[in-house]
Protein backbone atom coordinates (compact mmCIF):
# COMPACT_ATOMS: atom_id res chain seq x y z
CA UNK A 1 0.00 0.00 0.00
CA UNK A 2 1.37 3.77 -0.78
CA UNK A 3 -0.20 7.19 -0.26
CA UNK A 4 -0.20 9.46 -2.41
CA UNK A 5 0.33 13.35 -2.52
CA UNK A 6 0.44 16.03 -5.59
CA UNK A 7 1.49 19.38 -5.89
CA UNK A 8 2.09 22.04 -8.76
CA UNK A 9 -1.23 22.48 -9.48
CA UNK A 10 -1.91 26.51 -10.20
CA UNK A 11 -3.60 29.01 -12.62
CA UNK A 12 -1.59 29.54 -15.95
CA UNK A 13 -2.39 31.10 -19.26
CA UNK A 14 -3.60 28.99 -22.33
CA UNK A 15 -0.03 27.87 -23.86
CA UNK A 16 2.19 27.80 -20.56
CA UNK A 17 3.39 24.96 -19.27
CA UNK A 18 3.07 23.28 -15.60
CA UNK A 19 4.98 20.48 -14.22
CA UNK A 20 3.23 18.31 -12.01
CA UNK A 21 4.47 16.05 -9.01
CA UNK A 22 3.33 12.94 -7.05
CA UNK A 23 5.05 11.86 -3.73
CA UNK A 24 4.70 8.30 -2.55
CA UNK A 25 5.50 6.74 0.01
CA UNK A 26 5.94 2.76 0.64
CA UNK A 27 8.97 0.56 0.17
CA UNK A 28 7.56 -0.75 -2.62
CA UNK A 29 6.67 1.66 -5.00
CA UNK A 30 8.60 0.05 -7.78
CA UNK A 31 6.33 -2.31 -7.79
CA UNK A 32 3.33 -0.40 -9.09
CA UNK A 33 2.37 0.90 -11.91
CA UNK A 34 1.08 4.35 -12.00
CA UNK A 35 -1.24 6.94 -13.45
CA UNK A 36 -2.75 10.53 -14.28
CA UNK A 37 -5.37 10.99 -14.06
CA UNK A 38 -8.06 14.65 -14.45
CA UNK A 39 -11.56 15.58 -13.51
CA UNK A 40 -13.09 18.39 -14.75
CA UNK A 41 -16.57 19.21 -13.21
CA UNK A 42 -19.58 17.88 -14.65
CA UNK A 43 -17.35 15.34 -16.22
CA UNK A 44 -15.94 11.67 -15.81
CA UNK A 45 -12.60 11.40 -14.44
CA UNK A 46 -10.25 10.01 -17.14
CA UNK A 47 -6.85 8.87 -17.56
CA UNK A 48 -4.32 11.44 -18.34
CA UNK A 49 -1.11 9.03 -18.55
CA UNK A 50 0.11 5.89 -17.47
CA UNK A 51 3.60 4.14 -16.86
CA UNK A 52 5.03 1.20 -16.26
CA UNK A 53 6.77 -0.14 -12.58
CA UNK A 54 10.03 0.70 -14.73
CA UNK A 55 9.29 3.96 -16.52
CA UNK A 56 10.41 1.96 -19.85
CA UNK A 57 6.67 1.41 -21.36
CA UNK A 58 4.34 4.98 -21.14
CA UNK A 59 0.33 5.50 -22.40
CA UNK A 60 -1.00 8.92 -23.11
CA UNK A 61 -4.33 9.78 -24.54
CA UNK A 62 -4.93 10.90 -27.62
CA UNK A 63 -5.73 14.53 -26.06
CA UNK A 64 -2.85 14.77 -24.57
CA UNK A 65 -0.06 13.10 -27.16
CA UNK A 66 2.36 15.48 -27.88
CA UNK A 67 1.95 18.05 -25.44
CA UNK A 68 2.09 16.13 -21.63
CA UNK A 69 5.12 13.81 -21.10
CA UNK A 70 4.76 11.41 -18.08
CA UNK A 71 7.86 10.14 -15.74
CA UNK A 72 9.02 8.51 -12.75
CA UNK A 73 11.95 8.43 -10.72
CA UNK A 74 11.36 5.27 -8.23
CA UNK A 75 14.73 6.28 -6.21
CA UNK A 76 12.93 8.89 -5.02
CA UNK A 77 9.58 7.60 -5.13
CA UNK A 78 8.19 10.14 -7.54
CA UNK A 79 6.10 10.74 -10.40
CA UNK A 80 5.62 13.54 -12.82
CA UNK A 81 3.41 15.25 -15.49
CA UNK A 82 5.09 18.16 -17.53
CA UNK A 83 2.19 19.54 -19.36
CA UNK A 84 3.00 21.84 -22.77
CA UNK A 85 0.74 23.93 -24.60
CA UNK A 86 -1.97 23.65 -22.08
CA UNK A 87 -5.39 24.44 -23.46
CA UNK A 88 -8.61 25.73 -21.33
CA UNK A 89 -10.01 22.23 -21.72
CA UNK A 90 -7.01 20.99 -19.47
CA UNK A 91 -8.63 22.10 -16.70
CA UNK A 92 -9.06 19.92 -14.05
CA UNK A 93 -8.38 18.11 -10.55
CA UNK A 94 -5.60 16.23 -11.31
CA UNK A 95 -5.45 12.84 -9.71
CA UNK A 96 -2.42 10.98 -8.99
CA UNK A 97 -2.80 7.19 -8.74
CA UNK A 98 -1.26 3.16 -8.08
CA UNK A 99 -2.01 0.23 -9.33
CA UNK A 100 -1.21 -3.32 -8.07
CA UNK A 101 0.51 -3.63 -11.20
CA UNK A 102 3.84 -3.73 -12.76
CA UNK A 103 2.25 -3.39 -16.11
CA UNK A 104 1.13 -0.40 -17.37
CA UNK A 105 -2.95 -0.17 -16.81
CA UNK A 106 -5.23 2.36 -18.86
CA UNK A 107 -8.51 1.18 -17.01
CA UNK A 108 -9.97 3.61 -13.96
CA UNK A 109 -10.80 0.37 -12.58
CA UNK A 110 -7.49 -1.27 -12.15
CA UNK A 111 -6.12 2.23 -9.63
CA UNK A 112 -5.83 0.80 -6.30
CA UNK A 113 -5.03 3.97 -4.00
CA UNK A 114 -5.26 7.71 -5.16
CA UNK A 115 -3.57 11.12 -4.01
CA UNK A 116 -6.04 14.32 -3.05
CA UNK A 117 -5.96 15.91 -6.25
CA UNK A 118 -4.38 19.29 -7.65
CA UNK A 119 -6.48 22.02 -9.23
CA UNK A 120 -4.87 23.29 -12.36
CA UNK A 121 -6.74 26.16 -14.28
CA UNK A 122 -5.67 27.41 -17.85
CA UNK A 123 -7.15 30.55 -18.51
CA UNK A 124 -7.98 31.95 -22.04
Known amino acids: QVQLVESGGGLVQAGGSLRLSCAASGRTFSSYGMGWFRQAPGKERELVAA????????YYVDFVKGRFTMSRDNAKNTVNLQMNSLKPEDTAVYYCAAARSYAVRIGIDEYDYWGQGTQVTVSS
Open 51 to 58: VNWSGSSK
